[in-house]
């Protein structure tokens, strides 16, 4: 088991509605990324936090928005939730932006 | 977009016998790493191997990459049920920070 911890673990909203999800990293990570991952796929880059900045992100719309806080745990928002927003979403933490990332054990967010 | 992709999507074999799994990408990377998700639950790293390395070893676990072939190929040897699970092969393609990108996986059914 990792140190990174998510919750909610699953989440159920209504297609239109905001929804907010959280990580906190494992102890000593700097890095938070996120990802989702749609049924039978691989995880899909979402962005990623070092330091409380923006570090990067991936091909998705500005509806998805992320912080990272002082104690480099973080959110993830999406609003305007779309069907195609059923996912697994999975926040990722690392050191220093190290390749190697220790995973939380996801959030299942269904739209309906 | 996914830039790896595993090769075969599923894998049937009686414990014991060895699993290989392999994993093709588009770009030229700094590392590849492999995970392991159980059951749609986060992900496990495995073993990350530099783009200057051949081949890495971690307990049961071989791992090899040709860069020239842009291909890895995990070998998991003695197989256990316990292995049983979903494997993901993940790039960090040069220039697009240190956002994973992974292929869609192949999945592993280990009988005993």
């Known amino acids: 088991e990792t140190g990174v911890t998510q919750s909610p673990t699953h989440l159920i909203k209504t297609r239109g509605q905001q929804v907010t999800l959280r990580c906190s990293s494992q102890?000593?990570?700097?890095?938070v990324s996120w990802y989702q991952q749609a049924l039978g796929q691989g995880p899909q880059f979402i962005f990623q936090?070092?330091?409380?900045?923006?570090?990067g992100r991936g091909n998705f719309p500005p509806r998805f928005s992320g912080l990272q806080f002082p104690n480099y745990s973080s959110e993830l928002n999406v609003n305007a939730l779309e069907l195609d927003d059923s996912a697994l979403y999975l926040c990722?933490?690392?050191?220093?932006?190290?390749?190697?990332?220790?995973f939380g054990p996801g959030t299942r967010l269904t739209v309906t | 977009s996914q830039q790896g992709e595993e090769d075969p999507q599923a894998l049937s074999i009686q414990e014991g016998e060895n699993a290989t799994m392999n994993c093709s990408y588009k770009?030229?990377?700094?590392?590849l790493q492999w995970y392991r998700q159980n059951s749609g639950r986060g992900l496990v790293h495995l073993i990350l191997?530099?783009?200057?390395?051949r081949e890495k070893h971690s307990g049961r676990l071989r791992v090899t990459l040709d860069t020239s072939k842009k291909s890895s190929s995990l070998l998991i040897t003695a197989s256990r049920a316990a292995d049983t699970a979903s494997y993901f092969c993940?790039?960090?393609?040069?220039?697009?920070?240190?956002?994973?990108?992974f292929g869609k996986g192949t999945s592993l059914l280990v009988t005993p």
């Open positions: 191997i530099r783009s200057n390395e």
């Open positions: 993940a790039t960090d393609a040069r220039n697009s920070g240190y956002a994973l990108n």
């Open positions: 990722a933490s690392s050191s220093n932006l190290a390749y190697e990332q220790y």
């Open positions: 936090y070092y330091r409380e900045e923006e570090n």
């Open positions: 102890s000593g990570h700097n890095t």
């Open positions: 770009t030229s990377i700094n590392n």
